[in-house]
């Protein structure tokens, strides 16, 4: 490629890619550490969905790829292999020339993303200071049941809506499933340590989404 569609031209970064993964994934693991098989396996569908993200939006853009070839001259932009012309919601919208849409879609992915990192980094803060000796009830854990899982949920949210792709799209329900089932377990866990108090606590906190509408910050 030349001239203005080469500057545009952002794949085969592989070195970011890596980068970019790892970075994303120390964060995360530093609060989530995974001990349990099933642990395990929910942290290696969360690494498959990072690695197949900055894959799609630095390293290969299969989805734009398969899109293109599948629909021909018909596909909404001229040329799609460009950075620019690489976000599906931006094409779909027809808003992949538009510096400003493209800016206020990345503050609003961004904020997303940082809030999910803060939530889980809060909710960290709470167990390690309690060491299992108590039930975490307050601060964030006050409005849902597992504020680290939320949080991922949110950075998995915040980063769909920054770079969509067909292997993110097909791989988020299952992540989603994984650690709805990973969290599930670990509630019949704590429920054998703190009986009682932890029923009580469950049919008054919501899982993962916290009930705004019915009052639930006081």
Excluded: C
């Excluded at 961004?110 to 299992?132: P, Q, R, S």
Aim: aromatic share 18%; proline share 4%.
């Amino acid at each position: 490629m030349h001239g203005e569609a080469a500057g545009l031209y952002a794949y085969g970064m592989w070195t970011t890619v890596v980068f970019n993964s790892l970075l994303i994934l120390f964060f995360v693991a530093s609060y989530i550490v995974p001990k349990k098989n099933i642990e395990w396996r929910s942290m290696g569908a969360f690494i498959g969905f990072i690695v197949a993200l900055f894959t799609e939006m630095y390293g290969f853009p299969l989805t734009i790829y398969l899109l293109s070839s599948w629909m021909g001259q018909s596909y909404p932009v001229l040329n799609p292999f460009t950075h620019n012309h690489g976000h599906l919601l931006l094409v779909l919208f027809g808003l992949a020339d538009s510096a400003l849409a493209m800016t206020i879609l990345h503050i609003i992915s961004n904020g997303i993303v940082f809030f999910g990192f803060y939530i889980i980094y809060k909710g960290w803060m709470l167990i390690y200071a309690a060491k299992g000796q108590k039930l975490v009830t307050e601060g964030v854990y006050a409005y849902v049941r597992h504020p680290q899982y939320s949080g991922l949920f949110l950075i998995t949210i915040g980063f769909l809506m920054q770079w969509p792709s067909l292997t993110t799209l097909i791989m988020w329900p299952i992540l989603m499933f994984a650690y709805y089932r990973l969290a599930m377990r670990e509630e019949k866990d704590v429920q054998t340590i703190f009986g009682k108090q932890y029923e009580e606590y469950r049919e008054n906190v919501p899982a993962f989404i916290p009930k705004f509408w019915k009052g639930a910050l006081k």
